[in-house]
Structures are given as C-alpha cells and as structure tokens.
C-alpha cells in the first residue's frame, strides 16, 4: 500500500467538517489543520501564471535583456512546486516532530477549474488523499451560513457537484462520507479509515463525536 503523507478534506459550509477534521486528527500522527481562506489557491494562480507567460513568448527573443518578457522563458516549473511545497509546509501544515500525516480542511472548493486546481496540489504533494464530505443539503442550505444568500440550496447544490465531478476524476485518491451517516453510526467511518490505511478506533472517534467543542452547536462546521 502506498503511503499516505497528505490528506485534503473537500466540502462546503456547515457540513460538519470541522467534526471530521477532528475524528481524523485522532488518528496517531496526524495533523490536519482547519480552513485557510483558500491560500493554496493564491499559489495556484502564481504557479499558472508563469507556466502560461512562459509557453506565450518565443524563448529565444524572451531571453534577451532587451524584451519586455525578459526571463519568462526560464520560469522552472520544478522549482515553482518544490518551493510551493515548502512554503506550504512552514507556514500552512506545519507537521510537527511526530506527525505522519498533514493536510486541511476546506470549505473553498467551488471555482470553475476545481480539476487543474486539484491536479496542481497532487503535482505539489504527491500522492494526496481527498476525502469529500457531504450533507444533506437542504440542512446546509437552513443554516446561518447559507439563509442570507440568494436560492442557498441551488448554491450549495452547485458547489456539491463540482466537488464530485473532481472527485470522480480522482479515482481511489478520493474517498466520500457523509455527515448523516456517521454521525448516526459511526460504524461506517471504518471504510474511510481502512482506505486511508489506518486502524479504526471506535473509543476515539465516540469522544470526539462527544466533545463540545468539535460539535460546535450541530456540528454545523
């Protein structure tokens, strides 16, 4: 079995996310941390940008001092993700001495290229792991988060499709649970952590099911 290093969690607002990060993050070793504001995918579009200018110009005359694209030609796309990579270890991840497996959750996963935009982060960490995690939707939509918008649930509809459209294109690097179900019987997170690689602890994952705090009211995060 490949080694899993980097986990993602894919959702959307008031999906009890926050609840699963933390039955992960019970797992020995692992570190995943909560929602960025969607950094990565500042990352993304500098990573983008130079692989776009780079294939624009003519390498020859955009080598020369003397052309406005100068230097653009020797943008090093491996650098770019080994560097990438580096930063977002030291500042977003930040594994520490015994961490085995690191990642995020999200809740930021709605922009019309969800697919380059995944295919980048496993280009930046190879052999990343998505579990996406869903709801039922018209729960979601009821929500605080959600009410103020226009038409919530088409909203939250839309955004859950194009989360499983990319996943569908993950193959077993993707990994769907929802909320309803194991919140109900917990029982059925034993897929998810056996496709992972990892032990199911059912004494765990009942005390972070019970823990205020990773509640947060019903489990709205």
Request: aromatic share 10%; no cysteine.
């Given at each position: 079995?490949?080694?899993?290093?980097?986990v993602f969690v894919?959702?959307?607002?008031?999906?009890?996310?926050?609840?699963?990060?933390?039955i992960l993050n019970s797992i020995p070793g692992w570190l995943l941390r909560g929602e960025n504001r969607h950094a990565m995918r500042h990352l993304y579009d500098f990573h983008r940008s130079g692989l776009a200018e780079k294939a624009r110009v003519d390498p020859e005359r955009a080598s020369q001092p003397t052309h406005p694209w100068f230097g653009?030609?020797?943008?090093p796309e491996a650098?770019?993700?080994q560097q990438i990579?580096?930063?977002a270890?030291?500042?977003?991840?930040?594994p520490e001495p015994d961490t085995r497996v690191s990642g995020f959750k999200e809740i930021r996963w709605y922009d019309a290229d969800l697919p380059d935009y995944v295919a980048f982060l496993r280009e930046v960490f190879p052999g990343a792991r998505f579990v996406v995690n869903t709801r039922h939707l018209p729960d979601v939509a009821a929500s605080n988060y959600w009410t103020h918008k226009d038409d919530p649930l088409a909203q939250v509809q839309a955004i859950e499709d194009k989360i499983l459209t990319a996943a569908a294109g993950l193959g077993d690097?993707?990994?769907?649970?929802h909320y309803d179900d194991y919140v109900a019987h917990p029982g059925v997170l034993r897929g998810l952590f056996e496709w992972l690689g990892e032990d199911y602890d059912q004494d765990a994952v009942e005390a972070v099911l019970a823990t205020p705090h990773s509640r947060r009211g019903k489990h709205r995060g």
């Amino acid at each position: 079995m490949v080694r899993v290093e980097h986990v993602f969690v894919m959702t959307y607002g008031r999906s009890g996310s926050t609840l699963l990060m933390g039955i992960l993050n019970s797992i020995p070793g692992w570190l995943l941390r909560g929602e960025n504001r969607h950094a990565m995918r500042h990352l993304y579009d500098f990573h983008r940008s130079g692989l776009a200018e780079k294939a624009r110009v003519d390498p020859e005359r955009a080598s020369q001092p003397t052309h406005p694209w100068f230097g653009i030609e020797g943008f090093p796309e491996a650098a770019s993700l080994q560097q990438i990579r580096a930063l977002a270890e030291a500042t977003l991840l930040r594994p520490e001495p015994d961490t085995r497996v690191s990642g995020f959750k999200e809740i930021r996963w709605y922009d019309a290229d969800l697919p380059d935009y995944v295919a980048f982060l496993r280009e930046v960490f190879p052999g990343a792991r998505f579990v996406v995690n869903t709801r039922h939707l018209p729960d979601v939509a009821a929500s605080n988060y959600w009410t103020h918008k226009d038409d919530p649930l088409a909203q939250v509809q839309a955004i859950e499709d194009k989360i499983l459209t990319a996943a569908a294109g993950l193959g077993d690097a993707a990994y769907r649970v929802h909320y309803d179900d194991y919140v109900a019987h917990p029982g059925v997170l034993r897929g998810l952590f056996e496709w992972l690689g990892e032990d199911y602890d059912q004494d765990a994952v009942e005390a972070v099911l019970a823990t205020p705090h990773s509640r947060r009211g019903k489990h709205r995060g």
